[in-house]
């Protein structure tokens, strides 16, 4: 048996905490010998940055071989307070502050820009799609922080946390930012070697991470944000510059842009006390069942994920009724609070493990955290119920066909729901496995249906739209394996199940 298995099996069993020890400190020396070794392969110009990772991983893997079960005794989770959960009509009441441009001077914007376009079926950075009038995720971000800065006279810089799957490709695209009025800086999260879910150790054998070594390191989840910010001495150049919060969100999430009445709340709290740590949630629809939700804890206000809860629990966890709001991941952190955690080695997060199965068929788990679970490390942190706008992801091409098509108007860069559409909720779209990749998407289109009064898009199979196509109420079109179904030009569609096979041929 080998000594994971030895582990499993100790862990399993209850009043053995001394055998449990044992094995667990083998474990870990056996990691450290695993670790030393790879090392021991870094060139010159890359062992500091590799030893400050290996170190930060091997910490993660302790704190992975303490840990028994899910981490949250369910008994413990109650409903927030009222007051720590503000609706933002009562954030934006207090109206904007007198001095603008002061506030705004001590924010840095910062986007989690780690993520590869892989599952839309792009290469290269999330970031650099495109996702409207030829502008990237990327290009958006830029123009609004610019729009801000011209707007206010004031100096926003734009932080990127990269990780080394994204670094390369937006170095190089960041040269044609050079004129804008936007000071872009970037950091890369760490990299960490993916371990064998049988003996718990690196598949790494080296520091190398192309050709055979490509799939053996993995960025650790965007909890990484702390420590990596930190160590590339970023953190303090800010704060020598007097900036004091960071406004963190991901940089698919279209709906999240600067919003000055949260600034001001945070600069100027009503009550004196100075809150640490904000976390815009929303309401759950049926569509975020599975979001991470926020929850009274131990006193503390604390991000529970469904990862984390017990099997018998999850469909309450779901349950709408019960936890009614969800992170957005738009969060408010203040530098000197992540400072001084970082340097009193305080930021106490949860551990994800996420299994992987290789190309080649091995198992393998990758250890990480998350940015909001952070909350409960920090003082007077608070939720702010946002409104849904301020959550508008693209995760897929459905997503994509939302913020492409004319229910959105595109300004400075920010994307709003356009007054023509006479409620504000979003359609449900679901395109189908013909329309995963981007490439596909865009030819299936030849251009973008309306959609003002749509309130459900089912496609499935092998469809087209041709020009000028406009889609009402519930449209559900479906072409069976083999079959093909255009949407002729300047079609309305309007409460309509389309089904078969429909071909128009130009003769």
């Known amino acids: 048996m080998s000594l994971a298995q030895d582990y499993r099996k100790a862990m399993s069993q209850a009043g053995t905490s001394q055998f449990q020890e044992v094995i667990r400190q083998e474990l870990e020396y056996s990691m450290k010998v695993e670790l030393d070794k ?61 001095n603008i441009t002061s506030v705004l001077n001590k924010l840095v914007v910062v986007k989690l820009n780690g993520g590869l376009g892989t599952s839309m079926g792009c290469k290269g950075p999330k970031s650099l799609i495109g996702v409207r009038n030829e502008n990237t995720f990327l290009d958006l971000t830029v123009q609004q922080i610019e ?7 004031t100096d926003v810089p734009l932080v990127l946390m990269n990780s080394f799957n994204t670094d390369e490709d937006t170095k190089k695209i960041l040269q044609k930012y050079s004129h804008s009025r936007v000071k872009i800086y970037t950091f890369n999260q760490s990299r960490y070697p993916r371990i064998n879910k049988e003996s718990l150790l690196p598949i790494a054998k080296d520091v190398s991470y192309s050709g055979e070594n490509t799939e053996a390191w993995y960025p650790p989840g965007h909890g990484d944000i702390y420590s990596s910010f930190y160590n590339s001495g970023l953190l303090d150049t800010l704060i020598g510059e007097g900036k004091e919060y960071i406004f963190v969100s991901n940089i698919d999430n279209l709906g999240a842009t600067v919003d000055l009445y949260i600034l001001n709340h945070l600069m100027n709290p009503p009550n004196g006390k100075c809150c640490e740590f904000v976390m815009e949630v929303t309401n759950k629809t049926r569509a975020d069942v599975k979001g991470g939700t926020l929850t009274q804890y131990d006193n503390k206000l604390r991000l529970v994920e469904i990862a984390q809860v017990p099997k018998a629990h999850v469909d309450e966890f779901k349950s709408v009724s019960k936890f ?11 530098l000197p609070a992540i400072k001084r955690l970082q340097e009193q080695n305080a930021i106490d997060m949860e551990i994800i493990v996420n299994p992987k199965t290789l190309d080649g068929g091995l198992n393998v788990i990758q250890l990480e955290t998350a940015v909001g679970a952070a909350v409960k490390s920090f003082e007077n942190s608070l939720g702010i119920n946002v409104p849904r706008s301020r959550f508008l992801p693209v995760k897929t091409t459905s997503d994509l066909l939302l913020v492409m ?18 409620f504000p909720t979003v359609p449900l779209v679901k395109l189908g496995s013909s329309f995963t990749k981007v490439q596909d998407y865009l030819t299936r289109f030849e251009s973008i249906p309306d959609m003002l009064e749509l309130d459900h898009l089912t496609v499935s199979g092998d469809v087209t739209f041709g020009k000028n196509v406009a889609l009402k109420g519930t449209v559900i079109i479906i072409a069976n394996h083999g079959d093909r179904i255009d949407i002729p030009p300047g079609a309305v569609l309007e409460n309509k199940i389309v089904s078969g096979n429909l071909r128009i041929l130009d003769h």
């Open 38 to 98: 790879i090392l021991a392969t870094a060139p010159q110009n890359e062992l500091e940055h590799t030893k400050k990772d290996l170190e930060g991983f091997k910490k993660l893997f302790h704190r992975f071989l303490q840990e028994k079960g899910p981490s949250v005794d369910w008994g413990k989770i109650q409903r927030p307070p009222e007051d720590s959960i503000q609706p933002y009509e009562k954030i934006r009441a207090r109206g904007l502050p007198v």
């Open 324 to 334: 009614k709001i969800f992170n957005t991941n738009n969060l408010w952190i203040s």
């Open 405 to 422: 098509s004319n229910l959105y108007s595109l300004n400075a860069g920010s994307l709003t729901m356009s007054e023509k559409r006479e």
């Open 147 to 153: 729009h801000l800065n011209k707007t206010y006279n």
